[in-house]
C-alpha cells in the first residue's frame, strides 16, 4: 500500500466525469487499497479516486467513524438510484481544506455497486453513511459540495477558494 497525493480545488481531474471500471484487476483493487490508507492519514470519512488524480469511479468510506469498529469500503462504479428525504448538514472535502458549508442532501439513498471483489451490491443507506456516499459520488461527476451552496455564500467563499486553487 501507499499514500497517494490528495489533489486541491482547481485541478481539472476534479470537475471531470470519472470513468466507469471495466475490470476490477489488481490495479483498481491496489487504488482501492491506496485510497483507505490515504483517507486514514487524512483523518478523512470518505475520499474518491479523483481526489487522488485518477478518474476511475471508485470511492471508499471509512465506515468506522459511522458504525464502531466497522471496516473501511469500497465503492466500485456507484450509482444513487432512489433517494427520500432531506437533511441539512455541514460538510468538508479534503480537497477543500479549511472549509465547511451546510449541505442540504437526500435522507436516505439507495445504491447499485460492485465491491472489490467484483460482486453486485445493493444497498439502503440512512444517516452518515448516506451523507458521505452522496458527497463522493458527486465527486465521481465532477460535482463539489460548494456547488450545492446558495449563491450568496458561494460568493462569498470565492477568496478562499481562489487562494486554495492557487496552492496547486
Ligand atoms: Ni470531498
Known amino acids: 500500500m501507499a499514500l497517494r497525493e490528495i489533489v486541491l480545488y482547481g485541478q481539472p481531474v476534479l470537475r471531470r466525469k470519472a470513468e466507469a471500471v471495466v475490470t476490477i484487476d ?18 478523512g470519512i470518505g475520499l474518491a479516486a479523483p481526489q487522488v488524480g485518477v478518474s476511475l469511479a471508485v470511492c471508499v468510506v471509512n465506515n468506522g ?12 462504479n456507484p450509482v444513487i438510484y432512489e433517494e427520500t428525504g432531506s437533511c441539512t448538514i455541514e460538510e468538508g472535502c479534503l480537497s477543500i481544506p479549511d472549509l465547511q458549508e451546510d449541505v442540504t442532501r437526500a435522507e436516505f439513498v439507495r445504491i447499485k455497486y460492485q465491491d472489490i471483489d467484483g460482486v453486485e451490491q445493493d444497498e439502503i443507506c440512512a444517516g452518515m453513511l448516506a451523507r ?37
Open 26 to 43: 489488481d490495479s483498481v483493487r491496489e487504488l482501492a487499497k491506496d485510497m483507505i490508507e490515504t483517507m486514514f492519514t487524512a483523518d
Open 65 to 76: 467513524l459511522i458504525e464502531d469498529e466497522a471496516e473501511p469500503n469500497a465503492y466500485i
Open 132 to 168: 458521505v456516499l452522496q458527497h463522493e459520488i458527486d465527486h465521481l461527476n465532477g460535482v463539489l459540495f460548494i456547488d450545492r451552496i446558495s449563491g450568496i455564500r458561494r460568493k462569498l467563499l470565492e477568496k478562499r477558494l481562489k487562494q486554495i486553487a492557487s496552492q496547486t
